[in-house]
C-alpha cells in the first residue's frame, strides 16, 4: 500500500523519514531541527463528546511522540453528520480536543471541515524534534528489550460497550488510558536511551510490531504471559465480541508470525485487537530496560516488559 507513495514521494535529503519504512509520522529537517507531521482522525469511542474529543486528539498527537517529537501545533480534521446530531455535541468534541491540545503544549491553529454521514474527527499535528535523537520504527537492534506502556484490548471493549454488552463503568479503564498522552513515555524513552518505538494503534500489536521488525531488518519475540491486558477483554471475546479489522490484521501477519505459545482464539484475538490511543511499543538498550520501567511504572503506566528484538530475518515470535 505504502509503495506507490514512496515512489511518488521521491528523494531529498531534507526527508529524514518518508513513507519508505511506514513510520509513524514524516520527518522534515529545517534548520538544525526535525519538524514531524502526521495527521489522524477516528470515529466515537464512547458516548461522551468531550472524552471522545479527548480520545481523539491524543490518538492523533501520538504519533509525533512515537517519533520522540513534541507537539507544536494542530489542524482539526472534522468530518461532521449535516444532521441527526444532537446541539452542543460537535462543539463538545472540538472542546475536549482542544483540552486535550492544551495538556500537550500545543496550539490550534484551524482546521478543515466536511459532510459526512459517518461522524470522525482528529487532528493534523506538526511537531518538532532532535534530529540526533529520533525514535523509529527503524532503530531496534537484536538484544533490545520491549517495552509496551498501555494495557491492550481497546477494541474490543469499544464494541462491547456499543453493543450494549459493557457499561460505563466497566469501559472507564479504558478510556482513562486512551485519553493519557504519550508524552511521558516517549520522553522516558529519550532519557533512556531507547532507539526505537512505534504507538500500537489500528493495527493491533502483532501488525505494529512487524513493522518495526521488517523496518529495522530484526525480529521481535514477545511472551504472551507479559502483554498487559484490560479487565474483561477474554471474556467479552468469549461471549462473541470482536471488531471488524481483527480478521484483515491476523491475516495480514500471518505469514511473518510463528505462535510457539500455542495459543487459542480467545487469547490470539489481543495480538490483532486494533487500538485506539495505544501505548507505544519501545525498543531499548537491555541495561535501560529496568530503569525504564520503573520510570513508566512511577509516573502511572501500566507498562511491562513484553519482550526482546532478535537478530533477522524480520518475524514476530510468541512464546
Do not use: W
Amino acid at each position: 500500500m505504502m509503495a506507490p507513495l514512496a515512489r511518488l514521494a521521491g528523494r531529498d535529503e531534507r526527508v529524514l523519514v518518508g513513507p519508505e519504512t511506514s513510520d509513524d509520522a514524516g520527518v522534515y529537517l529545517l534548520d538544525g531541527r526535525a519538524l514531524v507531521a502526521t495527521a489522524d482522525f477516528i470515529t466515537p469511542v464512547c458516548d461522551d463528546p468531550v472524552r471522545f474529543g479527548r480520545v481523539a486528539a491524543a490518538n492523533s498527537l501520538s504519533d509525533v511522540y512515537a517519533m520522540g517529537g513534541q507537539p507544536l501545533f494542530a489542524l482539526n480534521l472534522c468530518c461532521f453528520p449535516q444532521s441527526g446530531v444532537p446541539e452542543g455535541v460537535l462543539g463538545a468534541i472540538l472542546e475536549g480536543g482542544s483540552r486535550t491540545l492544551s495538556e500537550a503544549s500545543a496550539v490550534l491553529l484551524g482546521g478543515h471541515s466536511v459532510r459526512d454521514p459517518e461522524l470522525k474527527y482528529g487532528l493534523a499535528v506538526i511537531g518538532t524534534a532532535d534530529p540526533q535523537r529520533l525514535l523509529t520504527n527503524a532503530g531496534a537492534r537484536p538484544g533490545d528489550r520491549l517495552i509496551l506502556t498501555k494495557p491492550l484490548g481497546t477494541g474490543v471493549l469499544i464494541n462491547a460497550a456499543k453493543a450494549g454488552k459493557l457499561d460505563e463503568s466497566g469501559l472507564e479503564p479504558a478510556l482513562r488510558e486512551m485519553e493519557r498522552l504519550n508524552a511521558v513515555a516517549s520522553a522516558l524513552a529519550l532519557e533512556h536511551g531507547a532507539r526505537a518505538a512505534t504507538d500500537i494503534t489500528g493495527f493491533g500489536l502483532a501488525g505494529h510490531a512487524l513493522g518495526m521488525a521488517r523496518a529495522s531488518g530484526a525480529g521481535l519475540r514477545f511472551t504472551f504471559e507479559r502483554l498487559p491486558v484490560h479487565e474483561g477483554f477474554y471474556e467479552l471475546v468469549k461471549s462473541g465480541v470482536t471488531t471488524g479489522c481483527t480478521r484483515l490484521n491476523i491475516s495480514n501477519a500471518a505469514a511473518q508470525l510463528e505462535d510457539r505459545a500455542g495459543l487459542d482464539e480467545t487469547r490470539r484475538e489481543l495480538l490483532h485487537d486494533p487500538q485506539t490511543s495505544g501505548g507505544l511499543l519501545i525498543a531499548v538498550p537491555p541495561g535501560s530496560a529496568a530503569a525504564l520501567l520503573a520510570g513508566l511504572t512511577r509516573s502511572g503506566h501500566r507498562a511491562a516488559e513484553v519482550g526482546e528484538v532478535l537478530p533477522g530475518p524480520p518475524r514476530i515470535e510468541i512464546v
